[in-house]
């Protein structure tokens, strides 16, 4: 590779890097057609990478990136259509065309574009997927992968998803106030488990996840950005960054799992947690509170130990009593019994946890079983606590943590 191209395909990473999404974001608003805007916009590169280096990069790189792709779209929209349809919706463009806008006039729809990825018509499966594709530009084998599905399977789900977009005209649009709650809530569950998706590989070494925590903070950042008085998207900044912050004292030197109580705080990234109780600040001041934000106060209150306190379980007791009314599950049910157990004992928190036992899905869930065995191992009962034990290490996948759990049995049983 020469110079000339070596610098062409520099110029054209770094352009994508910067606006991928905003310029599929343009285009499909535009269109409808989301498969449509990512077609022209490779066209567009695969053009660049021609073109670039025997013209020199453009002083503008997105704004001729975008002028190639309209005119593809264009193109395209007049082989697909005929008739009066056709000349309007040429009529359209063409008008959109006519304003020659430059790189830093570009108006920024992705927030559009990620409600219209998690419209309650489009599967809740493939939401976050689809967002990490058309705004990030991942492709479907590295979105597969990441959720642990075969690349043809993600392949088809977002195929699909993209054709019902087109062709049940779903709104590129931020919903009016009426309707915000529910599609907020869609896409904000969307960028949640993209975070979670790269949060579940805490030494960030597994290349399916590689790398997607990081998405889903950025993606946090940019909805955080575009709707600054949208207490949840604050909330959920502050949770993944709480969060994010730890991830260096999740795993001891040897790889094995560090609990949250004896974590070194040391490791803790300061900046991070500090960001993050601003962002808390900044939410409770618009007197809304929803899940993200009291999760995000959970978090924040195991932060205390940073300032030399012990935890505040009986502040975590009260969010988790605040979380199980606003977004009751058997995930917030289970670290609301722990945190009984803290303030009122383990019988307490014992009992929080039976009342939980006939819900079928925490029968194959491994964080209800550890919390069984670790207070059944408080009260003395050394057997059923083994036995929960037993299940627990069971359906663990990660092996550190598995060895985590292996361990607290052997202190138990004594071998």
């Not at 889903?216 to 949208?230: K, T």
């Not at 947690?273 to 600040?281: F, K, P, R, S």
């Not at 932060?303 to 606003?326: F, S």
């Amino acid at each position: 590779m020469d110079d000339r191209s070596g610098i062409a395909r520099a110029a054209a990473e770094a352009a994508a890097r910067r606006s991928y999404g905003k310029l599929v974001a343009w285009l499909a608003a535009r269109t409808r057609d989301v498969a449509g805007a990512e077609d022209a916009l490779a066209d567009a590169f695969a053009a660049a990478l021609e073109r670039w280096p025997r013209t020199g990069v453009p002083e503008q790189p997105e704004a001729w990136l975008l002028s190639v792709a309209r005119r593809r779209d264009v193109d395209a929209v007049r082989r697909r259509l005929t008739g009066e349809a056709a000349r309007d919706h040429l009529k359209l463009i063409a008008e959109e065309m006519e304003a020659r806008m430059k790189g830093e006039e570009l108006p920024d729809d992705r927030l559009r574009l990620m409600f219209a990825c998690a419209h309650p018509a489009i599967d809740t499966s493939v939401r976050a997927p689809l967002i990490l594709q058309t705004i990030l530009g991942f492709d479907a084998a590295t979105i597969a992968s990441a959720f642990l599905v075969s690349p043809a399977t993600m392949s088809q789900r977002l195929v699909r998803a993209k054709a019902r977009i087109r062709e049940t005209g779903i709104p590129f649009r931020v919903p009016e106030q009426a309707e915000l709650g529910e599609r907020l809530g869609a896409v904000l569950e969307a960028i949640y488990a993209t975070f979670a998706e790269g949060w579940s590989d805490p030494t960030g070494t597994d290349s399916r996840r590689r790398n997607l925590a990081t998405e889903g903070i950025w993606l946090g950042r940019l909805v955080a950005s575009l709707m600054p008085d949208e207490p949840e998207a604050l909330g959920l900044l502050a949770l993944m960054l709480f969060a994010e912050a730890r991830r260096s004292a999740r795993r001891g030197a040897q790889g094995d799992f560090v609990p949250l109580a004896e974590q070194d705080i040391a490791l803790w990234d300061s900046g991070l947690i500090d960001e993050a109780e601003a962002l808390l600040v900044r939410a409770a001041q618009r007197g809304i509170i929803g899940r993200y934000q009291l999760e995000a106060a959970v978090q924040s209150a195991h932060t205390a130990r940073r300032r030399g306190c012990g935890t505040d379980w009986a502040a975590i007791r009260q969010l988790y009593d605040a979380l199980q009314a606003v977004a009751g599950s058997p995930v917030v049910a289970i670290n609301r019994a722990v945190a009984i157990a803290e303030t009122e004992g383990a019988p307490a928190g014992l009992a929080a946890l039976y009342v939980l036992g006939e819900d079928r899905r925490l029968q194959d869930y491994q964080p209800y079983w550890a919390a069984r065995a670790g207070l059944l191992a408080r009260l003395g009962n050394t057997k059923q606590a083994a036995q929960s034990y037993d299940r627990a290490i069971g359906l663990e996948r990660d092996p550190a943590l598995r060895r985590f759990l292996q361990g607290e049995k052997a202190k138990l049983v004594g071998n």
